[in-house]
């Protein structure tokens, strides 16, 4: 196992880890970064050099890798990989949690700094066991059994939807944590469209708030690991020139929280004789047909 020495970087979340060289990780190293990414949700690993097939390699270490369903890889990369380019519009300025419009987001996510700007560019991100933990009990219990639709919207594809619980429940730790972002979080599925909107917004500016966050100054060759369960990430877009990132992710479980308390909210001037009758899984049509327009 190796010797690994590591910073803390924030008290909300991250560490740096020195020490290891990913690309010969043994089975004792990677057991030992799953404990750390249990306490620190992000850790990042400096002057790295990973090929293509030493990072598919490491990531199937963690887990079985997703075949992302919408963003591109590199070209002539292999099909686990993902490659977002700045030139290309691969900049992800909105906070997000990585594919929460499927019914399985992944557990986490590997990502390889391939080339940066000199200033500028930096990844944020958010602890979202403590955007939960520190809101007052009433809107926890307000929360308790809500559920959200989330969509692939900004990656063109809105018919890719699902719906997770607001809170969720990390199957490892037991710990809450929130389950809603700016950038795939359409509404609340158990409100009105209004109170939807009031509620959400709160939400997604309460959970990114600054002192739930780490800003990471990036270096060619880090490696960051984030657990995608109870984190948000976004990137300051505030550079010129290109920036080059190679990410893989592992497969994704599929959220768990709290029974609903109340059924889809489906406005009384629709006519829905019953929540039953309405043809899609799990409501979507009663969703949809809810909004304004």
């Excluded at 490892?172 to 469209?193: A, C, D, K, P, Y």
């Excluded at 209004?194 to 060619?220: A, H, I, K, N």
Aim: aromatic residues 6%.
């Amino acid at each position: 196992m190796s010797d690994l020495s590591l910073h803390p970087l924030g008290r909300a979340l991250g560490a740096e880890i020195r020490g290891i060289d990913l690309d010969k990780a043994t089975g004792d190293d990677v057991a030992q970064i799953r404990r750390l990414l249990l306490d620190h949700l992000v850790l990042f690993f400096p002057d790295q050099q990973l090929s293509w097939a030493g990072h598919v390699a490491l990531g199937r270490k963690f887990g079985d890798l997703e075949i992302h369903p919408n963003l591109p890889g590199p070209e002539g990369g292999p099909p686990e990989m993902v490659e977002l380019r700045a030139s290309a519009g691969g900049v992800a300025d909105e906070w997000h949690t990585d594919v929460t419009f499927l019914p399985n987001p992944s557990v986490m996510s590997i990502m390889h700094m391939v080339q940066c700007p000199d200033l500028g560019g930096d990844t944020m991100w958010a602890n979202q066991y403590l955007a939960y933990e520190e809101l007052s009990d009433p809107m926890k219990d307000l929360l308790t059994g809500l559920t959200a639709l989330h969509d692939a919207t900004p990656h063109g594809k809105p018919q890719m939807k699902t719906i997770h619980p607001v809170v969720r429940t990390h199957p490892e730790t037991g710990r809450r944590s929130l389950l809603v972002n700016e950038h795939f979080t359409r509404r609340i599925v158990e409100l009105s469209h209004g109170e939807s909107e009031m509620l959400l917004g709160y939400l997604c500016d309460w959970s990114t708030q600054e002192r739930f966050t780490v800003r990471y100054r990036w270096t060619p060759g880090t490696v960051a690991m984030w657990d995608n369960r109870c984190t948000q990430h976004f990137v300051v877009h505030d550079f010129d020139g290109e920036r080059i990132i190679q990410r893989v992710t592992v497969l994704g479980d599929s959220p768990s929280g709290d029974q609903p308390r109340w059924s889809p909210y489906v406005s009384s001037r629709h006519g829905a004789a019953s929540l039953h009758d309405l043809p899609l899984s799990r409501h979507l049509t009663s969703i949809a047909a809810t909004e304004p327009g």
